[in-house]
């Protein structure tokens, strides 16, 4: 068993089986050394779309939850890729379907943040963007996309 497998393992995380997208772009695209995530939305494993806007109908605390398993869903996009042992997240943008009073668009994303470095660790460690949204598709409270450099 791998590190990253033995990670998720010892945090009881299952990374959820995703379908193709729906609509007319890949999941991910890969040139040369890098691996660009197309945006993924907070839709649990069971295919539940964790909605509401922060600031009104959302807490932080649903915000946190959906930024992770957003990223869950990033990760499992990167491991039917190319696996998760060679690589490291150089970029993460994030979105946060917001009221306009709500400013902590950084403390949700974190929720984020710190799934990937608990899974991957140091390669975990990225440069990042947490912007509010007005919408988000299929009224999702998060999306992420990543750019990822793929080692060896």
């Known amino acids: 068993m791998t590190d990253v497998k033995e990670r998720l393992k010892a945090l009881s995380i299952e990374l959820p089986v995703l379908g193709a997208p729906r609509y007319a772009y890949e999941a991910t695209a890969r040139w040369g050394d890098l691996l660009y995530v197309s945006g993924q939305i907070s839709r649990t494993a069971s295919g539940e779309i964790l909605r509401g ?10 915000g946190v939850t959906a930024a992770r398993t957003a990223a869950l869903n990033l990760l499992a996009r990167v491991d039917d890729a190319v696996g998760l042992d060679n690589v490291h997240v150089l970029k993460l943008n994030a979105w946060a379907f917001s009221a306009p009073t709500f400013v902590d668009q950084p403390s ?45």
Do not use: F, K, Y
């Not at 922060?54 to 807490?59: E, P």
């Open 53 to 62: 806007r922060l600031g009104d109908d959302a807490t932080l605390a649903d």
């Open 108 to 152: 949700v994303i974190d929720g984020a943040s710190q799934l990937l470095l608990d899974v991957l660790g140091d390669a975990g460690r990225h440069a990042r963007t947490a912007l509010p949204a007005h919408v988000l598709p299929q009224g999702a409270l998060v999306e992420l996309d990543a750019t990822i450099a793929v080692r060896g």
